[in-house]
């Protein structure tokens, strides 16, 4: 009969989505922990550790003298006179203006080396990934952080990824 029939056709219908994802393969892949650990990312961060190093070595030094003036204020402030107070809590405010500029500093300096590495990764990371799908043939290659589930059965390609990264010049 007609009905029959269309209801065998809607059920199919229905079906067909879950085949066509059913014969997809899939890969996933983590960019961060991909990029992070290619080779120029490595030597990138090195070098940018190397370069901070003074300045992140003067935070830390400023950071305990802040905390040296506190304690101090706390321990000997009923013994110091209104003026020596003053003067100790002007310290700790230059000291704090300073620890922030420098923090500045370290942020921005970190982050135009992201955008540098950024820059000058993103064509490849795409490139390395269209290589590594064509090699493994998958039909798709998913961000992992973005997806809401990865079953068992999706192919994390990060390694395969960061391979070819390192390969590429």
């Known amino acids: 009969s007609l009905i029959m029939m269309k209801k065998s056709l809607i059920a199919f219908a229905m079906l067909l989505p879950t085949l066509a994802i059913a014969e997809t393969s899939i890969g996933i892949v983590y960019p961060l922990k991909a990029l992070q650990e ?3 990312v490595k030597q990138r961060m090195s070098a940018l550790e190397n370069e901070l190093g003074a300045d992140e ?3 830390q030094k400023l950071g ?3 905390q040296d003036l506190r304690s101090k204020l706390e321990k000997e402030g009923m013994t110091m006179s209104a003026d020596q107070q003053e003067e100790l809590r002007t310290k700790g405010q230059q000291k704090m203006i300073e620890i922030q500029s420098l923090q500045r500093k370290l942020q921005s300096r970190a982050q135009a080396t992201e955008r540098e590495v950024m820059e000058e990764m993103g064509p490849k990371f795409q490139e390395a990934i269209e290589q590594v799908a064509k090699k493994q043939k998958l039909d798709l290659v998913l961000n992992a952080q973005a997806a809401v589930f990865v079953g068992d059965d999706a192919i994390d ?10 390969k590429m010049k």
Do not use: I, P
């Not at 390609?157 to 390192?166: I, K």
């Open 57 to 59: 070595a003067k935070l």
């Open 38 to 40: 290619t080779a120029l």
């Open 157 to 166: 390609v990060t390694d395969a990824v960061r391979d070819q990264l390192n």
């Open 64 to 66: 305990k003298e802040v």
